[in-house]
């Protein structure tokens, strides 16, 4: 009986040794299995984009709804599902009413306009007016709303400035790339400590001429500061600093910028502003443009090129669409004419000029 008991214990404990061995071995063959399926998958995958005539690579084409080969031309699928919207829209203001999606993310909020927000009506969905208990409690979710907007220093000052970089955007007629790229600056300065010892009007200023600038739409000093809250020193002062400390690629203003702006306020044939243009690049091509300021070279080359083309247009009117002195414009359009070897027009046409200015 002993021997009999010691031999069924032998055996149960082999049994047990061998059944991780098998466990393993199923493992590895699961393992492998997989493997062949996932390859058996990629190959479908494969197949599925290529051609069943000549292997070429089938194309999708969305306009026509069709799957066709980029080689033989063969039509593989037709009618395919459009995953688009089902309506239509012609411009902006159509597309926004007819989109059932949120607004997107943006810079030009403190919040990336990811918060919610409480109208002010004091109304329901259907129009009607709310009683006193209900306008309330509407005032307190409004204010507690706002709070948590707005939890800590950072996203206050981003509200405040960001709010006036709106404002003075609108005051210059900016378009929004400019505001999204004034506040993607402000938000660098912010980030890498440069506002203490400075206002936030200041470097909110600062951060929407050197978007300006860099978007091509370039408005001068004195423009930016009559819109904005700080004085001139200050202003120039914040965007040096804000230009050297962020690395900020600005370009020099190029006149011909300038012209656009200038040319809508004056009502000018396109032969002058042509002319002007030309004037310009010649100016340029000679090198005669450095160190001077583009919005007297731009103002001084509508002035010369409404001489050469005998239209009429005085000094006072050019300065007075562009901010520029009378004097200026009379020694820069003389600079102009001269590059652009026009010097016949310059002994007649300037004198009587400079006897009426």
């Not at 005539?53 to 084409?61: A, N, Q, R, W, Y």
């Not at 009506?121 to 306008?135: E, H, M, T, V, W």
């Not at 000018?268 to 340029?284: E, N, P, S």
Request: with cysteine; aromatic share 4%.
């Amino acid at each position: 009986m002993t021997s009999t008991k010691i031999q069924q214990t032998d055996e149960r404990t082999a049994a047990h040794s061998n059944q991780p061995r098998t466990r393993k071995r199923r493992a590895r063959t699961n393992e492998h299995e997989d493997e062949r399926a996932t390859e058996h998958e990629h190959e479908d995958e494969r197949a599925d984009h290529r051609c069943p005539e000549c292997g070429g690579t089938l194309v999708t084409d969305s306009e026509h709804a069709e799957t066709v080969c980029s080689q033989c031309g063969l039509v593989v699928e037709a009618d395919g599902i459009d995953h688009g919207p089902e309506w239509r829209a012609f411009d902006a203001s159509e597309r926004d009413s007819k989109s059932r999606v949120g607004m997107p993310t943006t810079k030009m909020m403190h919040d990336k306009g990811l918060s919610s927000n409480i109208g002010w009506q004091d109304k329901d969905a259907y129009g009607r007016s709310l009683s006193s208990r209900q306008r309330q409690k509407m005032q307190r979710l409004r204010t507690w709303d706002e709070r948590f907007r707005t939890r800590d220093s950072k996203e206050r000052n981003l509200k405040q400035a960001l709010g006036e970089i709106d404002r003075m955007a609108s005051a210059l007629g900016l378009p929004k790339n400019v505001r999204e790229t004034a506040s993607v600056i402000y938000r660098r300065a912010l980030d890498e400590d440069l506002l203490p010892g400075r206002s936030i009007e200041g470097v909110a200023t600062a951060s929407l001429y050197a978007a300006a600038r860099q978007s091509g739409v370039p408005r001068t000093m004195d423009e930016v500061t009559t819109v904005s809250r700080i004085d001139g020193m200050e202003f120039k002062r914040t965007y040096r600093y804000i230009v050297r400390e962020l690395g900020l690629g600005v370009k020099p203003a190029d006149p011909e910028q300038y012209l656009s702006r200038f040319e809508s306020e004056l009502d000018l044939t396109h032969a002058t502003k042509r002319r002007a243009h030309d004037l310009l690049k010649t100016a340029k091509e000679t090198g005669i443009t450095s160190g001077k300021s583009p919005v007297g070279l731009a103002a001084a080359a509508l002035y010369a090129a409404a001489l050469l083309e005998d239209e009429k247009l005085t000094q006072d009117e050019v300065s007075d669409v562009s901010d520029v002195s009378t004097v200026t414009i009379r020694n820069r359009y003389h600079e102009l004419l001269t590059a652009a070897d026009e010097t016949d027009a310059l002994p007649t046409t300037a004198g009587t000029d400079e006897a009426t200015a």
